[in-house]
């Protein structure tokens, strides 16, 4: 018996992009970067640059995940590495695509703090284990989510496996 999952559509995920910018603007809260967590999050950084007129998008590229509810011991954040200097005194955004340890958006937070003015995070789904409570959450659920990013194979496959929400 295959476990109940959350499925978002890539309609759905249209939805919970705008209406994660509506609840970042109703709070008042007006970044000057938004940093991306690489892969999922790249999607969710866009989607609120878009809709909140931030251009300034960083990326942090953070390995974590090597299958479902498979991870490595602690996550790894990969070179480039976003440099500090670069987000010096902003407002920074951190925008991914779940909150399921924490353990990514926590890497990446401590990462920003003693370097910004204030860092937020912005996820699409947040599960309740998560380490780390975002100040913007568009849904919560405790089951896996399949991704429309994540759900079908790669067209080519490079190197080692990838994690497919299937």
């Known amino acids: 018996m295959t476990e109940a999952r959350e499925e978002l559509s890539w309609e759905q995920f249209g ?3 705008r209406e994660l910018a509506e609840q970042i603007a109703a709070d008042g809260y007006q970044p000057d970067i938004i940093l991306s967590i690489a892969r999922g ?3 969710v950084a866009g989607s609120l640059g878009y809709a909140l007129d931030v251009k300034n998008l960083h990326v942090a590229n953070v390995e974590f995940y090597t299958g479902v509810n498979e991870r490595l011991p602690v996550p790894i954040m990969l070179p480039p590495v976003p440099n500090v200097v670069d987000l010096s005194g902003s407002l920074v955004l951190i ?3 779940v909150a399921d340890t924490g353990a990514t958006l926590k890497l990446v937070r401590d990462f920003c703090v003693g370097h910004v003015a204030d860092v937020r995070c912005a996820v699409v789904y947040e599960k ?3 380490s780390v409570q975002c100040e913007y959450v568009w849904r ?3 089951r896996w989510i399949n991704f429309p ?3 079908q194979p790669p067209v080519v496959r490079r ?3 990838q994690v497919i929400d299937s």
Do not use: V, Y
């Open 159 to 161: 190197g080692a496996a």
């Open 149 to 151: 990013w994540s759900t």
């Open 95 to 97: 925008a991914d695509d």
């Open 41 to 43: 999050g790249l999607f």
């Open 128 to 130: 309740p284990q998560s």
């Open 140 to 142: 919560r659920t405790n």
């Open 15 to 17: 939805t919970a992009a």
